[in-house]
């Protein structure tokens, strides 16, 4: 059964790109007109989105660019050809490489104490 759409469903990314369900966000879930759920997962770096569908469909939004007050619709595409279009690469990659460096070297230099463990007396 699946979530209301207003809920999560993270079960599409998580059976098709494991190893990446770290760098998304659920965004929204979308009805399509024949019923079908798609669920929008936005990565947190590129801000490109995969549609993915219960059963590992992927689609993508597509719209009229000189003609944005009709609406779009939904295209369903080779998962792993978006999947790399949705992961950052080139250029980006490697800002987004640059970035995971400083954020971890931030943390390695941060003054910052850990959280005492939950139930210690310094936790209160």
């Known amino acids: 059964m699946l979530p209301p759409p207003d809920e999560p469903n993270w079960q599409p990314l998580l059976d098709f790109a494991p190893a990446h369900i770290d760098d998304f966000m659920w965004m929204f879930a979308v009805e ?3 019923g079908r759920r798609l669920d929008a997962y936005k990565h947190w770096w590129s801000r490109r989105y995969l549609h993915l569908s219960p059963n590992g469909r ?4 597509e719209y009229l660019e000189d ?27 490697r800002s987004y ?13 941060s003054n910052l104490r850990p959280l005492p463990p939950e139930g210690s007396a310094l936790s209160s």
């Open 32 to 34: 399509l007109e024949d």
């Open 58 to 61: 992927a689609f993508v939004y």
């Open 67 to 93: 003609d944005l007050d009709r609406p779009g619709w939904y295209r369903e595409a080779n998962p792993l050809w978006l999947l790399q279009l949705v992961l950052p690469s080139g250029d980006l990659l």
């Open 97 to 109: 490489h640059d970035f995971l460096g400083q954020a971890q070297r931030a943390r390695q230099d």
